[in-house]
């Protein structure tokens, strides 16, 4: 069915339902001006946006719709993650070319369904628009943190150690087999792979724990790679940093993807982008107790190096290449 089948608003009535898995705050949702909620007691209001362009961020032939759907979700979800908060309320603009049918629209808000209620999260409203020739969908997010407890990028000083809170390089991995369908992989391995950049995970809970602990100093989400999140952090902070080539923790099936490539692995953890892990910065003493609430947890964590003075630049040890400078350069839109 197209949807000029059935008008705007018939579009609006079609995706609009089932929408709020969040009823803590939510005063009115869907169905008027403006949503309402009303904050925790004590909580700090976090508000970030993201959009996601056809043919920049995805491509209906590599993922299902439900997949983008997801995806729009979780990269917001993840901002919020980085901040040590939670997430609250969504409203989602999506601009739909008109030859899009019906049913992919409703996909789309399967996948966005699926996410809100996997994070505990309301999409209270947004807008609808006719958008020839690709899809556009921007999330705006609203999340709380607890006063006072915000994680920033800004805290970080030199012998604070690093962290980062799961393997990294997986979703370039799985985009290296989308765009390569001929690629030589073990099954399990593609799965794996295909999971990492299709249907990627925000770290809320771990996130969370480290803010209400006040474990972190300093602390970003993933998205642009590696490289590009310390240096953001090292330059919010005034410092430099040093990690490990050994120590940047790799998943079997990108290890598996990256050899049929011919490719180091460690360069898609530095530069490749939408792993949505944490990397952050705790205090020597502190160290311990985050190692023991995180195994506590079940959650991982992987420590790869540590904070240093700015003069002494941007560091990685080990490796094919010895002692070298990471440059910040991971996706940018306007120089790629």
């Not at 789309?108 to 609808?128: P, Q």
Request: charged share 25%; hydrophobic share 40%; glycine share 12%.
């Amino acid at each position: 069915m197209k949807i000029a089948e059935i008008g705007e608003f018939g579009l609006i009535k079609r995706i609009s339902s089932n929408l709020e898995f969040r009823r803590q705050g939510l005063i009115m949702g869907i169905g008027d001006d403006t949503a309402v909620f009303r904050p925790g007691e004590g909580k700090w209001l976090l508000m970030t946006t993201d959009m996601l362009v056809e043919g920049i961020h995805f491509s209906g032939h590599f993922a299902s719709y439900e997949q983008i759907g997801w995806k729009a979700v979780v990269v917001n979800v993840s901002d919020i993650a980085a901040m040590g908060g939670i997430p609250a309320c969504a409203t989602v603009s999506i601009g739909i070319p008109p030859q899009l049918e019906l049913e992919a629209v409703e996909e789309i808000y399967r996948g966005m369904r699926k996410a809100a209620r996997t994070y505990e999260l309301n999409i209270v409203g947004g807008d609808t628009v006719k958008c020839p020739p690709l899809l556009v969908i921007n999330v705006t997010l609203v999340g709380e943190a607890d006063e006072g407890k915000v994680i920033y990028r800004s805290g970080a000083a030199p012998g604070d150690i690093i962290c980062v809170t799961g393997p990294l390089g997986g979703s370039a991995a799985g985009l290296q087999l989308l765009l390569n369908r001929d690629l030589e992989c073990p099954e399990e391995a593609r799965r794996e792979a295909l999971s990492f950049h299709l249907e990627p995970q925000a770290r809320v809970k771990e996130g969370l724990l480290l803010s209400s602990e006040g474990l972190a100093t300093s602390m970003n989400d993933i998205s642009d790679g590696l490289a590009s999140e310390l240096h953001e952090i090292s330059q919010a902070s005034n410092t430099g940093f040093v990690i490990d080539y050994d120590l940047i923790p790799i998943a079997d099936a990108t290890k598996e993807v990256a050899k049929s490539c011919g490719t180091d692995p460690v360069h898609w953890a530095l530069y490749g982008g939408e792993d949505f892990e944490l990397v952050f910065t705790v205090k020597p003493r502190a160290l311990e107790k985050v190692e023991r609430l995180f195994a506590k947890c079940g959650f991982s964590l992987y420590r790869i190096g540590h904070v240093t003075e700015k003069e002494k630049g941007y560091l990685m040890r080990g490796g094919p290449g010895g002692e070298m400078q990471i440059s910040p350069r991971g996706y940018n839109h306007f120089t790629e």
